[in-house]
């Protein structure tokens, strides 16, 4: 089990903290910066909550409850000073796909699975942490994750698209929608697409002007006072009723079993985010970071979610970023955020007239980074076969909308299929000089591979009966196991029962324990097999 969480700062990593203060006491310190910096994000929290909250087909308010509990319950547990926990875009959308092939989206059942949904990711998790499998968080491949990111952020704008012009198409699904929307432009409100174009360009703004320009809330200010003035015709937020059922299990858990699936894809894709942003700054700031206790800490943040009626979270970078720039030293500035929408909740209602034409230009703008087309297309340059796998990520995703944890699952399951073809293939280089063959091994020698390699010498000694030497470079070899040995072995009784002599140079170091004991080397021939002459067994 994970060690106590105390224990980790009490370490002495990284560097260390000025005069007699320690790591550990500074972890449970809240600092003015630490304030500051957590009001900041709430008030950044609370228009994106609203917003992503209905990119998962949920009512907006939900979204509040996801931000009011899920950041102080992240905080108990999170080894990161600086991530910032609650809603996000990516994690909303893996909530709409998983959700509408069991309810209709905004439906009281679609609202309790929405819950449940969270309880799964909770419990998948806690589980890779508890147990210390976070290493799991680098399992899914850079391809994998470019082209996935890239299609969703596609889906994410298409499906902000009919609000940001506010029409409300009467069909489903996103690409259906979108074709609807962009087909009849006379249907566009123009207060909507006012509002949307001024929301992006105080986005895009603020960011020029200074990352920590809170441009979302200015947005959402904007729009607010922008429909109070002019009494807005179009669709708003409306009413925000305050009924957080915390910890309730009335939840439909005979549905469990269909969420289980669509449940541990976005454990795994949402927290590759949060892993992303705490080794960013774990990194910049030369402090440590867990990810067993960020599973656990992000586990627990869905824990709480889910129980208060709201939806699965995740870790964010905008958010982390803007702590990180309003100076938060220690984990508690996300406790300070969470609580500060807590206690926003009961005037919650003022949000009743923002315009979801904001809402939806948002969620676009917060997407639009994620949007990156050129890294993928670059790895048609770096690596063929890995942008095989990025581009059919891409598409499978757009394809099998709104069903994307699907297309997480076929990417990863054709990932691993071409690393074990590539596993399979081992690499050699095979040169012919006078009666010597010699073959410069690549890459892995194990039990799927040792096969072909057998194949292959014996194709060159049956095509050539000159041969009198057979020399065979380990200098390249990755690693071997002890069936890869064996083949090594057994080829070279063969070889020499044919008359050929066989010899084995420039063994790394990583293999002699194993090849040592296979072929029974004194120490003369382990060293001779380790240096650049060649070497036969007596």
Do not use: C
């Amino acid at each position: 089990m994970s060690e106590p969480w105390h224990a980790y700062f009490s370490r002495g990593r990284g560097r260390r903290l000025t005069g007699s203060t320690s790591r550990a006491e500074a972890s449970n310190r809240v600092s003015p910066r630490d304030v500051l910096a957590g009001i900041g994000v709430a008030l950044v929290l609370i228009p994106q909550s609203l917003a992503y909250a209905e990119l998962a087909g949920l009512p907006a308010h939900r979204g509040l409850y996801a931000a009011a509990l899920a950041p102080m319950a992240a905080a108990l547990f999170a080894s990161s000073p600086w991530l910032q926990t609650g809603p996000v875009a990516l994690t909303s959308l893996l909530t709409l796909g998983a959700l509408l092939p069991l309810a209709s989206s905004g439906s009281t059942e679609f609202v309790a699975l929405a819950g449940l949904l969270a309880l799964v990711v909770a419990g998948t998790r806690l589980v890779i942490g508890i147990f210390r499998l976070g290493w799991m968080a680098f399992f899914l491949s850079q391809p994998v994750l470019m082209g996935f990111t890239a299609a969703a952020a596609l889906l994410i704008i298409g499906s902000q698209l009919p609000a940001a012009l506010g029409v409300a198409p009467g069909v489903d699904g996103v690409g259906e929608r979108v074709i609807w929307t962009l087909s009849r432009p006379a249907t566009w409100e123009p207060e909507a697409i006012v509002l949307s174009t001024v929301t992006v360009l105080l986005m895009f703004g603020s960011r020029r002007l200074h990352p920590a320009v809170p441009g979302v809330l200015i947005a959402s200010l904007a729009g607010w006072t922008f429909s109070m003035i002019t009494d807005y015709p179009g669709a708003v937020v409306g009413s925000v009723p305050i009924e957080l059922n915390a910890f309730t299990l009335s939840l439909p858990w005979s549905k469990a079993p269909s969420l289980i699936l669509p449940g541990v894809v976005i454990a795994m894709v949402g927290f590759a985010e949060a892993a992303s942003v705490s080794q960013t700054y774990a990194t910049r700031e030369r402090r440590p970071w867990d990810p067993n206790r960020e599973f656990v800490s992000q586990g627990m943040a869905n824990l709480a979610a889910g129980l208060a009626g709201g939806f699965p979270v995740g870790g964010s970078f905008s958010r982390t970023s803007l702590a990180h720039l309003a100076g938060a030293r220690t984990r508690w500035a996300g406790f300070i955020a969470g609580a500060t929408v807590l206690l926003f909740l009961p005037f919650a209602s003022v949000l009743a007239p923002l315009p979801r034409a904001v809402l939806a230009a948002v969620v676009i703008s917060a997407v639009s980074k994620l949007l990156r087309m050129k890294p993928l297309i670059g790895l048609w340059k770096l690596s063929p076969p890995q942008a095989v796998i990025g581009w059919t990520t891409f598409i499978l995703t757009l394809i099998l909308a709104p069903h994307i944890e699907e297309a997480v699952i076929l990417s990863v399951v054709l990932a691993m299929s071409l690393h074990l073809w590539r596993e399979l293939t081992p690499g050699f280089v095979s040169r012919t000089e006078g009666n010597t063959l010699h073959l410069e091994l690549r890459g892995v020698l194990w039990f799927g591979s040792a096969p072909i390699l057998e194949r292959a010498l014996l194709a060159h000694l049956d095509s050539s009966e000159s041969l009198r030497e057979v020399v065979v470079d380990l200098s390249g070899l990755g690693r071997i196991d002890l069936t890869g040995a064996m083949t090594l072995r057994r080829l070279k009784e063969d070889v020499e029962r044919g008359g050929v002599d066989f010899h084995l140079l420039g063994a790394p170091g990583h293999a002699l324990r194993i090849l040592r004991q296979v072929f029974r080397w004194d120490t003369e021939q382990e060293q001779t097999a380790q240096g650049a002459s060649s070497v036969g067994e007596s």
